[in-house]
């Protein structure tokens, strides 16, 4: 005897739209735990791709993705007599919203180190990399920029002569890689009437800061073999930059600026599974309630309480591995179209559906309880 089988035979709609719900409440638990992967393997992005090994940013800074970095570009030429670097570039990203035609649109803006960066290890959907210095971009396709299109930034026109996909921050603002000398000019102008109150200020303090030269950071890739600790230390001893592995800046983005929107997942997490026992747990004990006579008639037999609870906790499992199955269809064919990326990993997966059975498994207690209550006599009433 299988109640599971007794309600999907006789009461087949109600099954469904049990199933159903509780199926909704795993594909959200799914979308949550994906979405926080999403957000970290495009925040991290790249920190992975870029191929740099070591990170020199501004002294007691963090690092250009945890907080504002500005450092001279002439550093790279310091760089390349430290033993043991390969190569040295710089890079330059921030976020700011430009007028382009009649709306506005958040850009992160992502300098290239042109011409021995061009972008060829962004990973394109279409187009090509920067063949030019200036006036040339690639642009993340959820921009809405098509390619060829002129897009116009400041008081100059760019190109897109390139589209890639997936290319956003942690924000979720997509990336037009430009070289550092475009990113430098969309940051750094300003209206005419700004620029002459800029420089009478300067002209009457007798002072004048140039900071066209400077970036977010510099990055360098180290020779094979070499140790980047002692690369490291050999750089920090400078005392005006501050240096960080290419693992260091990883933890620095995840546990400085990510650690809060991890919280927040975890207790959405957490409260969408107590909903889940409460809802599945009031469906097991409405029909556990409905198979009053069945039970008594059992248990007149001479079944044991054991069998009883082994086919009301039968039950209870059956409802949570058909419900996640629904809820994993459900995250498969509706995530893939949210405008960040959800990303779903099989250990993942895996380790909320045993999360899911447990708690299905524990939700029976309802039931149980109330199973164990009904007396035999009771199938005289």
Known sequence: MNLAWIDIRYHFVRFVLATTGVGLLFSATIGMIGLYRGVVFEALMIIREIGADIWVVQGDRAGPFAEESEISGTLERRLEGVRGIAWSKKFIQFNQQFPIGDRRVRIAVTGLDY???????????????????????????????????????RRDDYTIVGLT???????????????IGDARAMKSQSPSEAVLLRRAREARSNTATDDRNNVSAVIAKLQFGTDPEEVKQQISSWGDVAVYTRTAEEEILLYSRMWRLLLQILAFVVM?????????????????????REIALLKLIGARDSFIIGMILQQA??????????????????????????????????????????????????GIRKALGIRAQDVLS
């Open 165 to 179: 996909a997936g290319q956003v921050d942690m924000a979720g603002d997509g990336i037009m890689f430009v070289t």
């Open 317 to 366: 499992v059956f409802i949570g591995a058909v419900s996640f199955g629904i809820g994993l269809l459900i995250a498969h064919l509706v995530f893939p179209h949210f405008p960040r990326t959800v990303l779903i990993l099989r250990d993942d997966v895996i380790v909320q559906f045993i999360v899911a059975l447990l708690l299905c498994a524990a939700s029976s207690w309802f």
């Open 115 to 153: 011409p021995d960066d061009n972008g060829s290890w962004v990973p394109l959907v279409a187009g090509r990399h920067l063949y030019s210095g200036h006036y040339e971009a690639i642009a993340d396709r959820s921009l809405g920029f098509p390619l060829g299109s002129q897009v116009r930034i």
């Open 272 to 292: 969408t599974f107590m909903v889940t026992v409460i809802v599945v747990g009031l469906s097991i004990y409405t029909m556990t309630l409905e198979k009053s």
